[in-house]
């Protein structure tokens, strides 16, 4: 069976649709997270994209985009079309560290096709797309989940991660909402600790970590192996330092405005070597300045920006009055 990668830090970035994409990857990674994982993408998506680039002789890196300095890299897949997932698996194989497979997205297009979250309830579907993974590709599949679909089912995820072991799932990622939950209410630890005590693989603990001491308290409480962050990094690759710092000596560095929009100067030097929206840039150059003192009215300034040079502009400004 494959190894999986020997990550850094027990702490990972979070997989975020229009969010982290691979400049914000890169600077996660520097800031110490030890795995980062592509937004999620759809295997008939990259079924459909490999044949038209492989026509113009270029493969499906120029769809998911990604650098070397990301590694240990995941990509993530969504989607059970069967015959979709084995040749998207055999696409994305060659590139890519490791391969993760959604079953928590709980947007109503990705629940609609019986993927996303909604597997959760179909035990007999869930197990043929782990099997085909695990025969499919060499490189370590794992698994990120929500506990269940709604209230009256919100422990199915004890099930499917006896499935996932099973068929050979490596790594198991939980984030304990219901998918009808969305991202209300808060995420129950009790379920990642009762899914520690009940596996064999390693398990990721997720859902509302969002300083230091929140990340060492999910740590001890539910002994989970390894922690990932999502909303807690948006516009803050600093938290990965500074919780590898806290878990290890008991403080960390902060930083402040400046330092975050100098982070966002990098980050925007990152983008221009990837296709990113512009619209997901300004979301970005938002959520840099978050929190911070003056913050709001920067980001009124930033909202109205229609080009990345007017919002370089802005924030050169800010930096230097
Ligand atoms: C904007 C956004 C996009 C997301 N996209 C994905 C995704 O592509 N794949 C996935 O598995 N989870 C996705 N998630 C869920 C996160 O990975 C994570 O499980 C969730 O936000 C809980 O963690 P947090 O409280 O640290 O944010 C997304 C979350 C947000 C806020």
Redesign the pocket.
């Known amino acids: 069976m494959a190894q999986l990668p020997n990550f850094t830090s027990k702490v990972f970035l979070?997989?975020?649709?229009?969010?982290?994409d691979p400049a914000l990857r890169i600077m996660c990674k520097k800031m110490g997270a030890g795995l980062v994982?592509?937004?999620?993408?759809s295997v008939n998506a990259i079924v459909a994209k490999h044949e038209q680039l492989e026509s113009q002789s270029k493969n499906i890196t120029e769809f998911i985009e990604f650098s070397e300095k990301e590694r240990p890299l995941s990509v993530?897949l969504?989607g059970s079309d069967i015959t979709a997932l084995e040749k998207a698996a055999k696409i994305v194989e060659p590139h890519f560290d490791m391969i993760?497979y959604?079953m928590?997205?709980p947007a109503p297009h990705i629940t609609k096709q019986m993927a996303?979250g909604a597997l959760l309830q179909n035990a007999d579907l869930t197990r043929e797309i782990f099997r085909t993974l695990v025969n499919t590709v060499k490189k370590p599949i794992s698994l990120?989940m929500?506990i269940g679909v709604s209230e009256e089912n919100k422990s199915l995820f004890l099930n499917i991660s006896k499935i996932a072991e099973q068929e050979g799932i490596q790594m198991i990622?939980l984030?304990p909402?219901t998918v009808s939950q969305g991202?209300s209410g808060h995420?129950d630890w009790d379920m990642i600790k009762k899914l520690k005590e009940n596996s064999s693989v390693p398990i990721v603990g997720?859902?509302?970590?969002?300083s230091p001491e929140i990340a060492k308290k999910v740590l001890d409480y539910t002994g989970c192996d390894y922690i990932?962050?999502?909303?807690?990094?948006?516009g803050n690759p600093f938290i990965f330092e500074q919780i590898k710092d806290y878990l290890k000596c008991g403080s960390y560095k902060q930083y402040n405005l400046t330092d975050r929009l100098g982070a966002f100067l990098t980050y925007m030097e990152l983008t221009s070597k990837y296709n990113i929206r512009f619209a997901n840039i300004k979301q970005q150059a938002i959520r840099f300045t978050k929190g911070t003192v003056g913050g709001s009215q920067l980001r009124n300034r930033l909202s109205t920006a229609k080009n990345t040079e007017e919002l370089k502009e802005l924030l050169v400004q800010k930096v230097t009055v």
């Open positions: 979070a997989p975020m649709a229009g969010v982290s994982v592509t937004e999620l993408t993530q969504f993760d959604n928590g997205c996303g990120k929500r990622t984030h909402r991202y995420a997720n859902g509302d970590i969002t990932m962050i999502g909303r807690g990094a948006m």
